[in-house]
């Protein structure tokens, strides 16, 4: 269970953080079954990354989980917004 739960902290944030970057910025928005995908990944590969990084961070107290779960939204946020911003881009040409 010890290392199961920070995957499923990252896929929980980075499924919040897809979301509600597709909620905040509509034009980057890929909607809600992508946004889910994409923020999905991002949230693992950021949660991965910042335990790599910090290794911390990924106790299971209080504080390994909130930054499993930010490090996730975070990750799933800003994967959303890179895939929106190229996706754009390509409607574009």
Do not use: H, W, Y
């Not at 919040?16 to 970057?21: D, L, M, Y």
């Not at 107290?61 to 881009?89: A, C, E, K, M």
């Amino acid at each position: 269970m010890e290392t199961i739960l920070p995957v499923i902290l990252q896929l929980v944030g980075g499924a919040g953080g897809g979301n509600g970057i597709g909620a905040l910025l509509k034009k980057i928005s890929l909607g809600p079954v992508f946004n889910t995908i994409v923020g999905l990944i991002g949230g693992v590969g950021l949660g991965q990354l910042l335990k790599l990084l910090v290794p911390a961070l990924g106790g299971s107290d209080l504080g390994g989980i909130l930054s499993q779960l930010i490090g996730g939204g975070v990750g799933g946020g800003l994967l959303t917004i890179i895939v929106g911003f190229i996706r754009n881009l390509i409607a574009k040409k």
